[in-house]
């Protein structure tokens, strides 16, 4: 039986609930997938480093973060020493979910760098290093053998990446349109339902769909790295963050919600990507009110939607989570589970 041990680096929302669902998923995935999981090491920028090679008590830390202590009370470090953790760690794959730089990715894409260039497999939703390094992380990790998987950068844990990726072949991708951030279309629903938003903000950060900087979903920020990730992952369209047109909901007043319900409309804040008849990809993320038969109207809550348009099966609409804890937390488990997979396939043909 395969044990992976794994690195949790940042153990906010996401990589908490991955820690418990090792424990509570660890049977099932030993017994349906053939390999176990063990948290040798974690880091966070409130609680310091634990780095423990022959496995880390999860219900002990899962206890931590409340109060004012740090790993160093725990035989540990109030340092994060990211590097030397990531880089000199036994773990086989790293778990980045820290916070994301929708600016120039950082330091998460130093950290899935070093992780790589140690021979570390990298799984992560942090929608900065995908985003905004990916075709250098992708190629570094081809160079080193190891794997770098980001599936839950989009719609949580919602398979879209490797769904289009792996089930598209032979069709032609011609663009997409989706509902991508999970806070904003939770905010104008709440918004429609008669709350203010600063208000329904609260609501989304308190759900766990917010980022760290919540202007990051409201401003469309999200989605820009979003549409940025499938535009080039899907339609290799090699774009950068400045060529995806962005606007977000802040300017969506109250007044506009209620004018679009008379008229028949509902505010969405919509991300596209089209390709022109040159080859060239068009992309971008506005604020559109969408008449109420259009298929992403009835898209609420935290849930996104992506609509594919392709050649022979015209639109192929994808529709789940996009935001939330357990969501992405399972989004990383299903990157192991294709990191396994891809192994044994591997040693199966060897
Ligand atoms: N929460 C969600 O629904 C989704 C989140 N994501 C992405 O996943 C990542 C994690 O999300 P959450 O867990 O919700 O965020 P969070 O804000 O709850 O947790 C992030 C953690 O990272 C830690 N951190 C920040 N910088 C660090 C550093 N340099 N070294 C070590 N630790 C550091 C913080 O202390 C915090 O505990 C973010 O990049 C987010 O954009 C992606 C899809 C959905
Ligand atoms: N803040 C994001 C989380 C997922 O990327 C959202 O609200 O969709």
Redesign the pocket.
């Known amino acids: 039986m395969t044990t992976y041990d794994i690195a949790l ?8 609930t991955l820690a418990e669902l090792i424990p509570t998923r660890g049977e099932a995935l030993r017994s349906e997938l053939g390999f176990g999981l063990r948290v040798v090491a974690i ?5 310091g480093s634990l780095v423990q090679p022959e496995g880390i008590d999860l219900p002990v830390v899962l206890n931590l ?1 409340q109060g004012s202590e740090t790993f160093a009370e725990y035989g540990g470090s109030a340092d ?1 020493n ?1 590097e030397s953790v990531i880089r000199n760690c036994t773990a086989n794959i790293i778990c980045e ?4 730089n929708p600016e120039d990715g950082e ?2 894409v130093s ?1 899935v760098r070093w992780a790589l260039e140690s021979g570390k497999s990298v799984c ?5 290093p995908v985003a905004l390094r990916g075709a250098e992380l992708t190629s570094l990790a081809a160079r080193n053998g190891v794997h770098f998987e980001f599936e ?2 989009v719609m ?1 844990g919602t398979p879209v990446i490797r769904l289009a990726k792996k089930m598209f072949a032979g069709l032609k991708l011609n663009g997409f349109e989706g509902i991508l951030n ?1 806070t904003s279309n939770y905010v104008l629903g709440r918004m429609e339902a008669g709350l203010d938003f600063e208000a329904a903000i609260s609501e989304a950060q308190a759900l ?5 900087n919540p202007a990051a979903d409201i401003e469309g920020y ?1 989605v820009q790295l979003k549409v940025l990730i499938l535009a080039n992952e899907l339609l290799d369209a090699g774009l950068e963050l400045k060529d995806v047109q962005r606007q977000g909901i802040s300017t969506v007043t109250p007044e506009d919600i209620r004018t679009g319900a008379l008229e028949g409309r509902r505010w969405k804040l919509v991300g596209s990507a089209r390709r022109n008849p040159d080859g060239s990809v068009t992309a971008g993320v506005s604020p559109v009110a969408l008449p109420l038969d259009h298929g992403l109207a009835g898209i609420s809550g ?1 849930t996104n939607a992506l609509s594919f348009d392709t050649d022979l099966l015209g639109p192929v609409t994808v529709s789940g989570p ?4 357990v ?2 937390a399972y ?1 990383l488990l299903s990157d192991i589970i294709t990191m396994h997979a891809a192994s044994t396939e591997v040693s199966a043909n060897a």
């Open positions: 680096i940042g153990f906010g929302g996401v990589n908490r880091t966070d920028l409130r609680l973060g994060t990211n979910a820290t916070f994301t330091p998460a950290h992560t939703t942090n929608k900065g839950g950068a949580s999970g766990g769909y917010a980022e760290a999200d935290a996009g935001a939330g804890r969501e992405t989004a």
